[in-house]
């Protein structure tokens, strides 16, 4: 059973543990309050779920891309449905269950994580993941393309997600910056 609670305009460090969901009419994030002791697995065709940790500073870096991606996206037509896994900690230090039964169904143990599902026919089709802080440009690159790779991996066809940790643009940066650090000692 899931009830609304608590909405927010964004879910911070001082927010309620637990599981968000976005609501692009209303530009707010709406507390689910999701009974029992199973995960919490969005049935949406496509879902973007941001496991996000109050005691992890990068994870409000990653805020700076992710509220502005998640509104641009969702002011026009799209077939996406947006969430927040909250927790301190991950699974460890999270006055949720749901939250952090849901941490340890997707396997998450770096912050920030975001993953994308596909839930087709009944069944979880596809899902990726991306660990890290991900830019705008990275948000822009992996989000919108999903349902193409969704649609390859049903047809049996290969797939590969278009960035991997290493491409990501603050990684790529970050090296670039060392190297140059690197040229001027």
């Known amino acids: 059973m899931i009830d609304v609670e608590l909405r927010v305009r964004e879910v911070g460090a001082e927010s309620k543990h637990g599981i968000y969901k976005y609501l ?5 994030w709406v507390y689910l309050h999701v009974q029992g002791l199973d995960p919490f697995i969005p049935q949406d065709r496509y879902s973007v779920i941001y496991f996000d ?15 502005p991606f998640v509104r641009s996206l969702c002011s026009g037509s799209n077939d996406f449905t947006f969430y927040i896994v909250l927790c301190g900690w991950f699974a ?19 912050s920030p994580t975001t993953m994308l599902t596909s839930w087709v026919d009944g069944r979880l089709a596809y899902k990726e993941k991306y ?10 690159t992996v989000v919108p393309s999903f349902p193409e790779r969704v649609g390859k991996f ?13 491409d990501t643009l603050i990684s790529l940066i970050s090296k670039l910056l060392k190297s140059e650090g690197d040229k001027n000692v």
């Open 154 to 166: 049903l047809r049996g066809e290969p797939v590969k997600p278009p960035i991997s940790k290493e």
């Open 53 to 67: 940790n109050t005691k992890c500073s990068a994870c409000r870096r990653y805020d700076i891309y992710w509220y």
């Open 24 to 28: 692009p009419r209303d530009d707010e």
């Open 92 to 110: 460890r230090d999270c006055a949720s269950v749901p939250a952090s039964v849901t941490y340890m169904h997707f396997d998450v143990h770096s």
């Open 131 to 140: 660990e890290g802080v991900l830019s705008d440009l990275d948000l822009k």
